[in-house]
């Protein structure tokens, strides 16, 4: 039996679209993910159970890539999958990146690692396509590797970071929310953008973690998506009042992530986003990065 676990991830991080990442785990409580088992069986089954189950309709994404790993290799051997499904979808938070590289990485595993690391990614990047409107890396790297990703780099993350999940129970479509984004965006803006990333990066090598986050900004993508998520910039202000070091959506929401480096007003900035995503069942969560 092969039994893998795929964690929450939040992507773009404001000065990353589609190309920057985190894995993300609750600091008390629980991991928040996808959990894929696979097994022996004389017929093809899945079973799906989890919190958020019950959201999931039509044909999973898990059987897909069952099917589609049997015609990248030939194999026919039948199986039993069961798929805890740990996230709500539409959340922002790489639900449906977590149940394709749970799917992916076991399914592979589970026959003896036929496809070997790139075609595995090519795989989990053409379901994930599939699901959300157009390739991006930026939630499945992050779950498959661990830690802050940049495309399939590492960067280092500084210690004292403590990061906020707030997820306000709305469902957004990632296919939708990447359909009101523009085509085409001004040259200075597009300038702004590379020069804030790199920056960010060479200020993470530096250890200057404020330096860092001060640089995680979004002027593009943001301010289309912000106005569909009710009370986002209205608590994303007040964080950033208190002491956030940067805040944003998480991936194309409605989930907003802030960053802290002060524990005392991370819990303060708790309390308030506890209040934010209590009207619609969401969560708020402190979070380390998972490695
Ligand atoms: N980079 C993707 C987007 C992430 O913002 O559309 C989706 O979670």
């Known amino acids: 039996m092969v039994r893998v676990f795929a964690p929450a991830t939040s992507a773009n991080l404001n000065v990353g ?4 990442g985190v ?7 629980p991991a928040i993910g996808d959990v894929l088992t696979v097994e022996e069986a004389v017929k093809d089954r899945l079973e799906v159970t989890g919190s958020y189950a019950h959201e999931l309709s ?3 994404i898990v059987e897909k890539a069952l099917w589609r790993f049997r015609e990248l290799t030939g194999n026919t051997t039948p199986v039993a999958m069961h798929l805890e499904k740990g996230m709500p979808i539409g959340s922002g938070i790489g639900s449906s990146a977590a149940s394709v590289v749970a799917a992916v990485v076991a399914i592979n595993r589970y026959f003896g690692s036929p496809l070997d690391l790139d075609a595995a990614k090519a795989l989990m990047a053409e379901l994930e396509g ?8 930026d939630n499945l790297l992050p779950c498959l590797l661990g830690g802050l990703c940049l495309h399939d780099a590492k960067l280092p993350v500084p210690e004292n970071w403590v990061w906020l999940l707030a997820y306000p129970g709305i469902r957004l479509e990632t296919k939708a929310m990447r359909a009101i984004l523009p085509k085409e965006i001004a040259l200075g803006q597009a300038v702004a953008q590379a020069s804030n990333l790199g920056r960010f990066v ?4 530096r250890g200057e973690g404020r330096m860092a986050a001060k640089l995680m900004v979004d002027n593009v993508v943001e301010p289309c998506r912000a106005p569909l998520v009710p009370g986002f910039l209205a608590l994303k202000d007040k964080l950033m009042a208190q002491g ?8 194309s929401g409605p989930t907003l992530f802030a960053i802290f480096d002060n524990l005392a007003a991370a819990q303060k900035a708790l309390a308030d986003a506890q209040r934010w995503v209590a009207p619609h069942n969401g969560f708020a969560h402190l979070c380390r990065v998972d490695d």
């Open 58 to 60: 039509g044909t999973n």
């Open 244 to 251: 956030a070091l940067s805040s944003g959506l998480s991936g």
């Open 23 to 29: 894995a993300l785990a609750p600091l008390d409580g």
């Open 202 to 205: 060479d200020a993470l090598y």
């Open 17 to 20: 679209f589609d190309s920057l």
């Open 130 to 137: 599939e699901l959300s409107g157009g390739v991006h890396w």
